[in-house]
Every structure is written in structure tokens, then in C-alpha cells.
């Protein structure tokens, strides 16, 4: 149930929104191996002015992507391999561009999705159809 926020100093546009949504929604399903189904992807804009870096407007579009995950679901290599085509697939998408993507591991008990913890949901998937842990 992986959750994956991208903000972005680029210019607002729905083709732009649904091709970053496509491509990270494809790597965080290929390298990070999660459900499709249960992948969430947020984009959001910010506009060059808000943006900074050692106090200077970016010189190029920036962007922070930000994937949460079960925290040892995924291998060292896994989240590496993560991180660097996240960023070739935003500097494609974006043209000139630097930016920042973090993997971050939450524990199974301190996070879920519709009130139901992913701890609780594994273990609901390991019981038989109609009994609780």
C-alpha cells in the first residue's frame, strides 16, 4: 500500500499530471514490487517563485518525490534502484531538472489505509475468510 506524493516546480497541465502518474505508479509497481491496485500517487505544483535552493529561485524545475512503504518490504538495492529511475524518468519528463526522491519505511503498526493497519491487513490476509486476529 505504498503512497506516493510528487511535488513538482513545473507548470500545471493534465498531460503532464497523468504521465508522471502512469510512470510512477509503473516503478513503484516493477522495483518496488506493490499492488497496483492498492498504489496511491498524488502530484502537485508549485510555482517557480516558491521554490528554492540556498536562497535562490532554482535555475531549473525542481521536484520531491516521496514514496511511503512497510517498512522491510523492500531490499537496499530495491529503494536504490528506486531512487535513481524515479529521478531519470522525472529529468526526462521535466527537461532540464534536479529534484529529490526519499523512500521512506513506515512500521506495519503505525500506518494503514481505511482505518485497518498494514499490519492488521497482513494478517487478515493470512487467516481463513471471516475470522479477525
Do not use: C
Not at 19 to 27: A, E, N
Not at 95 to 100: L, P
Not at 108 to 122: C, N, R
Amino acid at each position: 500500500m505504498p503512497y506516493v506524493s510528487a511535488t513538482l516546480q513545473a507548470a500545471a497541465s493534465p498531460e503532464l499530471t497523468a504521465r508522471v502518474i502512469g510512470t510512477l505508479t509503473d516503478l513503484t509497481v516493477e522495483l518496488l514490487r506493490k499492488e497496483r491496485a492498492r498504489t496511491t500517487v498524488v502530484v502537485q505544483y508549485v510555482p517557480g517563485g516558491q521554490w528554492a535552493r540556498g536562497g535562490a529561485a532554482l535555475a531549473v524545475r525542481g521536484y520531491f518525490v516521496e514514496v511511503k512503504v512497510t517498512a522491510g518490504t523492500n531490499l537496499r538495492e530495491d529503494k536504490a534502484r528506486y531512487v535513481r529511475e524515479v529521478n531519470r524518468v522525472l529529468q526526462s519528463l521535466l527537461g532540464e531538472a534536479s529534484g529529490y526522491v526519499a523512500v521512506e519505511e513506515l512500521a506495519a503498526d503505525s500506518w494503514g489505509y481505511t482505518g485497518v493497519t498494514q499490519e492488521l491487513h497482513y494478517l487478515n490476509s493470512k487467516l481463513p475468510n471471516g475470522t479477525t486476529p
